[in-house]
């Protein structure tokens, strides 16, 4: 059971992760890994403010600012000074690996008796409940992790909701067409570039907040949390669209969040069952590459068929 | 209207791959008037209206619309003048938006965009009022998808997206030319029902002889780069297609006296 809830938990916090791929990877086509380190850099500035007993709430949204920023630099490089997509986004990672350690001070950075969104969902728990603990089905699950999954569902819900009503108004749906077709919306009066920095801002800033609530929920900020994050989100959504099918926006996003929890299940039970956690990666970049060439062997496999 | 003065536009300059695709051109388009570019491939028709566009910016020369010289500004902010079809049906609409979508992209050419919803109620009303118009049934499939439409129904609505906002300039780009014969038929008398109803000023590349004789009130002949011909009024009406027929084999002959006078010269002289 706790295995399970601490599963839904991260895979909840992290659909912010798999919001900001969706939208660098899926709307711009814009392989973005400037996420390794704006998760980073999101989860050491809300580590360092919360150590400085600034407001958790302030925290996260100094993170999203922080990522924001970091979104900003790749989109420029890229827009600006012409460099390759890939290229700018390794950029700024390698850059932003100098910076987290600069933030936090040194390479981790542990939140004990701070006062987080974690430790304040669980005193509301705690209030609302009256018990550090209580029973589901016969299960004891503790107050704290049954708090924390319901702090990150609620974040999760009002960021995705948020996407899709942001995705609705009039510079969303330009955003969108700007990943869709260039030169369409170019001739219909829209700076690309411009899009491309708003849009690589907003998905950053997500991520980095992804890294600001992970890093209150398990209680420390490390400077290699990062690694291998955009490959984690890549699968989130993958198996989002595998889930929900079809091209509606709506569909899409929530299939990222039930990609993102999905995909963190498997892994939990994968652990669980014996993988060694340092196959991890490994086998999610086999899974990756796995998802992303079957559909087109599919397609092709039919066609043959019918001829 | 427009005011192109003395443009000239070379491509991969020094390089052996050079294309001197425009070398000096200059045209004038009064408000309101139906103007028709034809001209042999290379001529740089296209060019000319790319260079309008802003798809590229020209090596000398300038560009002005309704007075305001446009020559450095960039593509996106020329289009708040500019509506545009692009040859290839595909090029002009967002292909996994739904056709709604697009519209409400469209409603808002060179306007500010904010955090104010795409598709209120009342704009909804008047996409499925105008594309009703189009007779094409699409009135019914607003929320589907552009990228499922064929060609000439993205054509279509392309046209009507161009048009939306009344542009002081429409450029068409041969924008019939990769459509089976029944759909350009369809999209070239919508072309000409848009342009007469809102007297548009229109600058229209074709490659159809018939199309270039029977649109139009001025008929502009391009080769290498510069105006051959200029035919307006009168003198418009009365071309047919085979007097542009002949215009072109004029051309063609020229252009082999060209190459067979250097070649002369050359076994003489050198």
Redesign the interface.
């Known amino acids: 059971m706790l295995l399970l809830i601490g599963a839904l938990t991260i895979g909840l916090i992290l659909s912010l992760l798999a919001f900001g791929v969706f939208i660098s990877f899926r709307i711009f086509e814009f392989p973005d890994i400037t996420t390794e380190g704006s998760i980073t850099l999101g989860g050491a500035v809300a580590a360092v403010l919360i150590v400085a007993h600034v407001s958790p709430m302030l925290a996260t949204l100094a993170a999203f600012g922080a990522g924001a920023l970091a979104g900003t630099a790749t989109a420029v490089l890229h827009t600006r000074f012409r460099i390759n997509s890939l290229l700018s986004g390794i950029l700024v990672m390698t850059a932003l690996y100098s910076v987290n350690l600069h933030v936090m001070g040194k390479s981790n950075l542990p939140l004990l008796s701070e006062r987080t969104l974690a430790s304040m969902a669980e005193s509301a728990g705690i209030r609302l409940l009256g018990a550090p603990a209580v029973h589901i089905a016969a299960w004891e699950v503790g107050t704290r992790d049954l708090a924390a999954l319901v702090l990150s569902l609620a974040v999760a819900a009002i960021a995705g909701l948020a996407l899709y009503l ?1 995705f ?7 955003m ?2 700007a990943g ?2 260039a ?10 570039d411009t899009m491309i920095v708003v849009g690589l801002a907003l998905s950053n800033g997500l991520v980095a907040v992804a890294g600001a609530i992970l890093t209150q929920y398990q209680g420390f900020a490390d400077v290699q949390m990062g690694i291998g994050m955009v490959v984690w989100g890549l699968a989130s959504v993958i198996i989002g669209e595998a889930l929900v099918g079809g ?1 509606d926006l709506g569909f899409l996003i929530t299939g990222a969040v039930m990609g993102s929890v999905l995909f963190r299940l498997l892994v939990a039970v994968a652990l669980r069952g014996g993988l060694n956690p340092n196959d991890l990666k490994l086998v999610t970049a086999a899974f990756v590459f796995v998802a992303l060439v079957v559909p087109g062997f599919v397609r092709r496999a039919r066609r043959r068929q019918r001829i | 209207m427009l005011d192109i003065r003395q443009v000239y536009k070379t491509f991969n300059a020094a390089t052996p791959n050079e294309v001197r695709a425009l070398r000096g051109v200059t045209l004038s388009i009064d408000d309101g008037s139906f103007v028709i570019v034809i001209g042999t491939n290379g001529s740089g028709k296209s060019t000319l209206l790319n260079a309008v ?1 802003g798809g590229f910016m020209v090596d000398s020369g300038t560009l002005a619309i309704d007075g305001t010289d446009v020559t450095a500004w ?4 020329r ?2 003048f ?1 509506g ?1 079809v ?1 040859q290839n049906p ?8 739904t056709i709604a ?2 519209l ?3 409603a ?4 500010p ?7 209120r109620r009342s704009a909804l009303d008047e996409f499925r009022d105008r594309v009703r118009r189009l007779n094409m049934g699409l009135e019914d499939r607003l929320e589907n ?1 552009i990228g499922s439409l064929s060609g000439g129904q993205r054509q279509a609505l392309t046209l009507l ?2 048009s939306w906002l009344k542009p002081k300039l429409l450029l068409l780009d041969e924008h019939t030319a990769a459509l089976d014969p029944k759909s350009a038929d369809q999209v070239i008398r919508l072309s000409e029902e848009i342009v007469t109803r809102d007297r548009l000023t229109t600058l229209m590349v074709t490659h159809s002889m018939s199309q270039a004789a029977h649109l139009g009130d001025r008929l502009v002949m391009m080769h290498r780069g510069t105006v051959l011909h200029d035919f307006r009024g009168a003198e418009k009406r009365r071309l047919r297609a085979n007097d542009l027929l002949n215009r072109f084999e004029d051309v063609r002959r020229a252009d082999l006296l060209d190459e067979s006078a250097a070649a002369m010269l050359r076994r003489l002289y050198v």
């Open positions: 942001f609705r108004t009039n510079i969303g749906t330009a969108q067409a869709d077709n030169q369409m919306i170019r001739a219909l009066g829209v700076n690309v091209r | 566009a960039p593509e996106h902010r289009a708040s500019i545009r692009f595909f090029s002009g609409t967002a292909p996994s938006m979508e697009n409400a992209l469209a808002r050419r060179g306007r965009r904010g955090l104010g919803w795409a598709l998808p997206m161009a």
